[in-house]
């Protein structure tokens, strides 16, 4: 059994001296190790760049659409990780997922508003206590209520500090109060000069040139792009302008895409969250995604400014670079726009590793990995051992080609209501490799079960198949036990409600969805009780079990 989270704190932290002192040694006696695995310092450096809203297929190896030929190199000449999730389709809490390597239901960030809790212990402070020198620059985003001043301040595990309130914004531009937009650099105001994505590469190359030298570093960058409003740098305003951008075939709104859809997802199509009224507005969302890919564009450029300077000053070889997403995005899927629902385009993300003779060059791995895998990553590369309140894994095994036959075989996705975007419900999913099944709280609305290696789009909702049943009642039992949190409890956040939040229609388009034909009963049809069944008993007798 795990220790509470104190406990496993405060373990950790007297393990941390001896694993790094065992790693170093080992090292020290090795003749294997190759050089690119032991710089001078005898820990790997670790730059990590998360991007915001990036989706899976946002990258030029992805969608031949795109120009992105830095991210491309990171996935034909580092490891392309396939399958790669966000626990959480949102920024804040995806991001305290990064940070604390647990599930959302552990760490609290329930939504952008809430900030972490107090005493809660970032994944850098361990590398700090193992003598590296660790940056935070860019967005940081949690506490957004807490408003300008405090959710940007210096946070824990951070020997430099670079970030900004909210979300940021992309251009420089004075403020309803006279002064113009700043950036928090340890603790001090500094206005915001020029394009945001190329002025946190301007700060993350000077921070890496004036650095301790004596010791190893660790960067986390995290841009503000691509989040919408979506405003590419200047040299990127043309690009993609004579392409035609394909329409998701679930975007229409017809039978076919509405059958088996939950009613809130129909309904959603008329919301701000909907291509029907996005944003409660008449946006093209074509066109916006074409707003997407040219933002993009400076994160591609900023990552080969980073590349280039770790080749001028030969710290290559003894660098891991890797980029990540923080959440999907939708452009019209079942409907929809953004992200918060756990359909594939919303949780999956790009993730890839670079590290030249450290990592195998054009590996690609399909095993599924998550957001919350990433702090215990980064630890095992700097020998530093994980604390046993992490929710997630290393997958460094099998970033190196080696066999992991204890990986897992699949992961919880939630998400919980907020009421100033009220469409989305609260949901709960398991994703296996071959299957997703959706649950949604508090709303009286289907399930889902797609069969993701037949229906990769998640067009065809198996829920009420008689077939797939036994899947149905397994993964549901399998989703209620990992949706317990640290102390072995079931609970449904949520916070102060200040507003009606986004509830408006659009009067002249998709109309509300109609109930599921199957509900639809006549007094005295068999069967209307029973759904005080358990479903397993609906399973054949070999099949049942107690």
Same mark, same amino acid.
């Given at each position: 059994m795990k220790s509470t989270k104190a406990n496993a704190i405060q373990t950790s932290r007297k393990m941390l001296i001896l694993g790094v002192s065992s790693l170093l040694a080992l090292f020290s006696q090795s003749s294997l190790v190759q050089a690119a695995e032991k710089p001078e310092n005898g820990k790997r450096n670790i730059i990590y760049v998360l991007t915001d809203d990036q989706r899976f297929d946002e990258l030029g190896v992805m969608n031949p659409i795109l120009n992105t030929p830095n991210m491309d190199k990171l996935a034909n000449e580092g490891v392309h990780f396939k399958n790669a999730f966000v626990t959480t389709a949102l920024c804040s809490p995806s991001r305290a997922s990064i940070l604390t390597g647990q599930y959302m239901h552990n760490h609290g960030v329930v939504d952008n508003n809430k900030p972490a809790r107090e005493g809660t212990i970032f994944f850098p402070e361990?590398? /700090?206590?193992?003598?590296?020198?660790?940056?935070?620059?860019?967005?940081?985003?949690?506490?957004?209520?807490?408003?300008?001043?405090?959710?940007?301040?210096?946070?824990?595990?951070?020997?430099?500090?670079?970030?900004?309130?909210? /979300?940021?914004i992309y251009y420089p531009k004075t403020m309803p109060n006279g002064k113009p937009y700043t950036f928090n650099i340890n603790g001090k105001r500094v206005p915001q000069t020029g394009y945001i994505t190329d002025e946190l590469t301007d700060y993350s190359i000077d921070w890496l040139t004036s650095r301790d030298?004596? &010791?190893?570093?660790?960067?986390?960058?995290?841009? &503000?792009?691509?989040?919408?409003?979506?405003?590419?740098? &200047?040299?990127?305003? &043309?690009?993609?302008?004579?392409?035609k951008l394909p329409v998701p075939a679930s975007q229409a709104d017809t039978p076919e895409n509405r059958k088996g859809k939950p009613m809130w997802v129909q309904n959603q199509r008329n919301s701000w969250h909907g291509v029907d009224f996005p944003y409660h507005s008449?946006?093209?969302?074509?066109? #916006?995604?074409? /707003?997407?890919?040219?933002?993009?564009?400076?994160?591609?450029d900023s990552l080969g400014r980073i590349l280039a300077w770790l080749d001028e000053n030969d710290l290559t070889d003894s660098t891991t670079v890797i980029l990540m997403g923080d959440n999907g995005f939708m452009f019209g899927e079942h409907g929809l726009i953004d992200k918060r629902n756990a359909y594939e385009e919303s949780m999956r993300v790009p993730l890839l590793a670079y590290a030249p003779g450290y990592l195998e060059g054009g590996k690609?791995?399909?095993?599924?990995?998550?957001?919350?895998?990433?702090?215990?990553?980064?630890?095992?590369m700097a020998g530093v051992e994980s604390p046993e309140h992490f929710d997630g894994e290393s997958f460094l095994d099998l970033a190196k080609g080696k066999e992991n036959g204890k990986w897992?075989?699949?992961?919880?996705?939630? *998400?919980?209501?907020?009421?100033? #975007?009220?469409?989305?419900?609260?949901?709960?999913?398991?994703?296996?490799?071959?299957?997703?099944?959706?649950?949604?709280?508090?709303?009286?609305?289907?399930?889902?079960? *797609?069969?993701l290696k037949n229906d990769p789009r998640e067009m065809n909702n198996l829920i009420n198949d008689p077939k797939y049943l036994p899947i149905v009642v397994e993964m549901r039992a399998k989703l209620f036990k990992l949706l317990a949190n640290n102390k072995g409890e079931h609970t449904v956040p949520f916070t102060e409600k200040f507003s009606s939040g986004a509830v408006y229609r659009e009067q002249n388009r998709s109309k509300a969805a109609e109930f599921p034909e199957h509900w639809l009963k006549e007094d005295g049809e068999d069967g209307l009780r029973n759904f005080m069944k358990h479903d397993k008993k609906r399973l054949p007798k070999k099949q049942q079990t107690k």
């Open positions: 361990y590398l /700090q206590d193992a003598g590296y020198q660790t940056a935070f620059i860019g967005k940081w985003h949690m506490g957004e209520a807490a408003g300008h001043g405090v959710s940007d301040m210096p946070q824990n595990g951070f020997d430099y500090w670079l970030s900004f309130p909210g /979300q940021g030298e004596s &010791k190893p570093f660790m960067l986390y960058l995290s841009h &503000k792009a691509v989040h919408s409003d979506f405003s590419p740098a &200047k040299r990127h305003e &043309k690009l993609y302008e004579d392409i008449a946006l093209d969302v074509q066109s #916006y995604k074409k /707003q997407y890919h040219r933002a993009i564009s400076a994160v591609d690609i791995v399909t095993e599924m990995v998550a957001n919350i895998d990433i702090a215990p990553t980064l630890l095992e897992r075989n699949e992961f919880l996705y939630e *998400y919980y209501w907020e009421f100033n #975007y009220p469409s989305t419900p609260t949901t709960f999913a398991l994703r296996s490799d071959n299957f997703k099944i959706i649950q949604y709280h508090g709303v009286w609305d289907t399930e889902e079960l *797609y069969d």
